[in-house]
């Protein structure tokens, strides 16, 4: 038996796979915009040896990133609304599953940037007469978020991938309106291989940016120390 | 009504052990296949051989690239029709998890086998060792303790991927979490207690792993 490839009818009606893209890059900026501000934030507490805050947030971290972005995804959608009484939209609830998941991730990306400034910097500013805070602000922080640069890069591609989970809960993203198409048109091969072709494509480009970015970087960073 | 109720997850406790039971057996299974992939992987993408190593690349970044639930949705529904041969829930999991943990251990075998240093693989030629000794006597014993934490960092990965089998209703974990929420309407507590359980699992894991690290270390010489 052969089988005869037929990929006209998935792509008689392009919308269906335009809107899931909106989907997924609506989910996957809403979860960068949660990830990235609480993980620094996160970054920021832990290495600030503040008592208790600081133990609490390295126990957040470490437990939020045991538990599989998928459970944290039915957790958010199914457990938090009744828990807190509040409505929750499958965006809302995979947004904030996978921009506090990520957050852990990103907290420890950052902080590995925080310390990867020299220690010079810090004394140097201090000699120069600025606060803390200007020290902070205007030398570390730059500095640090440069040095991270092509690990966020690989983080923001773990959480793009992670956008295909919220089908689960009826998001409509890519992976869920192409689980449609296929139940609709009797074409899974076709429409999962679609897919899968276009996942590898896109994310691939990412990769291949955060990597051209990386060597920029090094590029620059040792013209600065020459 | 309290509204965490614990009595649900006690009551329903032989479900979600067959459920552990499954996540570890799918995970284990993929892991172990995973690391084997990595191997062929790994050494094609270290060889000398032009072709073996842009295949090796290619494998790599297909299988890392793709989210691994779209992974399992096409072993579990186009590849029957490619075929003709229905894997089960299990094997659609499986083979999805493991070309996913092959990906990761390829790159981990290949910067490994790069971490012995050159003269290594040098001295064992010059002493008339051909490439499969050298590789079983010389390389392997060093590459493995420099590969063993990223191994750990794999497992961990690949077993809380394994929850998307859920998605193709292989009993797992979070599948049975969701047979209690639903059945029970206690969503709280079936889903804070399979995060629970996918903790003390994974924590579990890594704690055992860091012992036997610590005495890889202690014992070998570095």
Redesign the interface.
């Given at each position: 038996?052969t089988?005869e490839w037929d990929f006209s009818q998935i792509f008689n009606d392009p919308d269906v796979w335009i809107e899931g893209l909106k989907g997924t890059v609506q989910l996957a900026l809403a979860g960068l915009a949660i990830a990235v501000p609480v993980g620094l934030l996160l970054a920021l507490l832990r290495i600030s040896r503040i008592p208790v805050i600081s133990y609490v947030v390295v126990w957040y971290i470490n437990?939020v990133r045991?538990?599989?972005?998928?459970?944290?995804i039915?957790?958010f959608f199914?457990?938090l609304p009744?828990?807190a009484g509040v409505q929750m939209g499958e965006l809302q609830a995979a947004s904030f599953a996978l921009g506090f998941q990520g957050a852990a991730f990103f907290a420890e990306v950052f902080r590995a940037g925080i310390q990867s400034v020299a220690h010079g910097q810090k004394e140097a500013g201090k000699a120069s007469a600025l606060t803390n805070r200007q020290i902070f602000v205007e030398i570390i922080l730059p500095q640090a978020i440069r040095n991270s640069l092509p690990v966020l890069v690989t983080m923001t591609i773990e959480l793009t991938?992670?956008t295909?989970?919220a089908?689960?809960v009826g998001f409509p993203e890519l992976?869920y309106k192409a689980?449609e198409l296929?139940n609709r048109t009797y074409r899974?091969?076709e429409?999962?291989?679609t897919?899968?072709l276009f996942?590898?494509v896109v994310?691939?480009l990412m990769?291949h940016a955060g990597r051209i970015l990386e060597r920029r970087l090094s590029n620059s960073q040792h013209k600065a120390e020459r | 009504m309290s509204w965490f109720d614990m009595s649900v997850l006690i009551k329903n406790y032989r479900l979600l052990i067959s459920g552990i039971d499954a996540t570890v057996a799918v995970s284990a299974a993929s892991i172990a296949a995973g690391m084997v992939i990595g191997a062929i992987v790994g050494m094609a993408g270290s060889s000398s051989n032009r072709l073996l190593n842009w295949l090796a690349r290619a494998y790599v970044e297909t299988f890392r690239n793709i989210p691994v639930i779209i992974l399992v949705f096409w072993m579990y529904y186009a590849l029957p029709i490619l075929i003709a041969w229905q894997a089960n829930r299990f094997t659609s999991a499986f083979l999805a998890l493991a070309l996913y943990a092959g990906s990761y251990c390829g790159e981990i075998w290949r910067s490994g086998l790069k971490s012995v240093a050159r003269h290594q693989t040098e001295g064992a030629e010059a002493l008339g060792f051909g490439y499969w000794s050298s590789m079983r006597y010389v390389i392997l014993p060093q590459a493995a303790r420099n590969m063993f934490p990223s191994f750990v960092t794999m497992g961990v990965d690949t077993t809380k991927m394994s929850a998307v089998a859920s998605a193709i209703a292989y009993p797992e974990l979070l599948y049975k979490g969701q047979l209690v929420a639903g059945t029970f309407y206690r969503p709280i507590e079936a889903y804070t207690g399979v995060a629970v359980i996918f903790i003390v699992i994974i924590g579990g894991f890594t704690i055992a792993m860091d012992w036997v690290e610590r005495r890889l270390t202690k014992y070998g010489t570095r």
């Open positions: 038996m089988y437990l045991a538990i599989p972005a998928l459970v944290l039915f957790w199914f457990a009744v828990m991938k992670g295909a989970l089908g689960s992976a689980s296929a899974p091969l429409v999962y291989t897919l899968a996942y590898l994310i691939s990769s | -």
